[in-house]
């Protein structure tokens, strides 16, 4: 039984051992990522145009008198667009883009496609 257990423990040991070896090896020829500058900057202007997007789209949503799941907003580089298929009042276009533009963030707003009465 003590000749098992000895065989056993130096079998886990050199497994472990060579284990160890092989993946330093790896770790080693791996290259470090770097980053370019450009990148970072399109992530986050990419973000901020999500987060406004989602925030205009939630605001409008949520705004009593506006058809806010008909209206479609898209933004980009903090211009947001506001389009729909079914037609709304010169009120609730009004209302859509003073909502748009407290946003934080927003640069401009446009209006041009939501179809009014």
């Known amino acids: 039984m003590k000749k098992f257990?000895?065989?056993?423990a130096t079998?886990?040991?050199?497994?472990l051992t060579m284990?160890?070896?092989a993946f330093a090896a790896t770790q080693a020829s791996q290259a470090p990522m770097v980053l370019a500058a450009g990148e970072v900057t399109e992530a986050k202007e990419a973000t901020s145009d999500t987060w406004i997007t989602t925030k205009v789209?939630?605001?409008l949503v949520t705004e009593k008198g506006i058809p806010g799941t008909d209206i479609k907003v898209e933004t980009n580089k903090g211009v947001v667009s506001l389009s729909s298929t079914t037609a709304v009042t010169d009120s609730q276009k009004d209302v859509a883009v003073a909502i748009a533009k407290k946003i934080k963030g927003v640069?401009?707003?446009s209006a041009d496609g939501l179809k009014a009465e």
């Open 5 to 8: 257990a000895i065989a056993a």
């Open 11 to 15: 079998a886990t040991a050199l497994t």
């Open 19 to 21: 284990a160890n070896a």
């Open 57 to 59: 789209k939630a605001d």
């Open 107 to 109: 640069k401009a707003v």
